[in-house]
């Protein structure tokens, strides 16, 4: 069995193309081609058309393999043509550095900043920097970045000095502009309901979102995938506001206006720890241990052997 390196950060790029497999596969394999950089999930949404790419490596490799997915990306996608669901600036549109194992998360902001200036003195792309890594206040937030999408910020970056980039050029051309950051690990978390009607998620996703006045640690956006009402989320914090309650703010919500949900999604990965909370809670398992997990206890056990 090879041993787990002892640093480690999870990057989770996300890429405006959700339709055509042959761009998403050259993508990916641009991350694979890096040594020491692993993937882990790949996911791909039509009606967002977007895709999520989750992937871990050491931390040098890891920079590497992202500012080769962004010139990829860069090569294959044009924003002028691009369609979607989901708001986006950017043929590459995020790029997160997350701490996961023996990385801080003052050296993941170190290589977000570094791979923002290489992306963009080398590949001629507006650069922001969000979350941890922002150089101002208005930035930490992606949606503030995000505003208007890349048709707004065509303009708004050439006359706007608050939409000046942290790096690259004051112009977007077709691969638009990249956000790239370092934060702690989210929840990319969908909610379906019952309807077409996407006022309904609107309104339900303005009364979940920390920012208009819901729960803290709570993204979230309304939208219509596949004919059906979406309320698409991001938990940032699933330690201090759990999926089970997000859950249960839309189910009540949601009965406001005679719905109700029909199902859940995950995109990407997600903690065994966050899972386990939700079961928890819903089983009303008060005295409930994680040890008694059958892979957590085998897990001390075999290490214990070691």
């Not at 290489?118 to 208005?138: H, M, N």
């Not at 609107?202 to 920012?211: C, D, E, M």
Request: glycine share 8%; charged share 30%.
């Amino acid at each position: 069995m090879s041993r787990i390196p002892d640093r480690l950060v999870e990057c989770v790029p996300n890429f405006s193309e959700g339709r055509r497999q042959e761009v998403i596969d050259q993508i990916v394999e641009a991350i694979r081609s890096v040594p020491q950089v692993w993937i882990l999930d790949v996911e791909s949404d039509w009606d967002h058309n977007r895709s999520v790419v989750t992937c871990v490596g050491e931390p040098e490799a890891a920079l590497e393999a992202m500012y080769r997915a962004i010139a990829k990306a860069a090569e294959l996608i044009n924003l002028e043509e691009h369609r979607g669901e989901h708001p986006r600036i950017g043929a590459t549109d995020v790029v997160p550095f997350v701490p996961l194992r023996g990385v801080t998360m003052e050296e993941a902001v170190e290589l977000a900043r570094r791979l923002g200036q290489r992306v963009g003195e080398e590949l001629g792309i507006p650069v922001y920097l969000y979350e941890a890594a922002a150089t101002r206040p208005d930035r930490e937030n992606l949606a503030n970045i995000r505003r208007g999408e890349y048709e707004g910020l065509k303009e708004a970056i050439k006359t706007d000095p608050d939409r000046e980039p942290d790096f690259g050029p004051r112009e977007l051309g077709p691969a638009g502009a990249t956000v790239i950051g370092a934060r702690e690990f989210l929840i990319a978390f969908n909610v379906y309901l019952n309807t077409d009607d996407v006022k309904i998620a609107k309104r339900i996703a303005r009364a979940v979102r920390h920012s208009s006045g819901g729960l803290r640690y709570v993204k979230a956006l309304g939208m219509l995938v596949g004919g059906q009402a979406q309320v698409s989320m991001n938990l940032t914090n699933f330690k201090k506001t759990p999926i089970f309650r997000v859950v249960e703010l839309i189910r009540r919500e949601a009965a406001r206006y005679g719905c109700t949900i029909t199902h859940t999604e995950l995109v990407g990965l997600t903690p065994l720890k966050a899972m386990l909370d939700v079961a928890q809670w819903y089983l009303q398992l008060d005295g409930f241990n994680e040890s008694q997990v059958l892979e957590r206890r085998l897990e001390e056990v075999l290490q214990n052997e070691e």
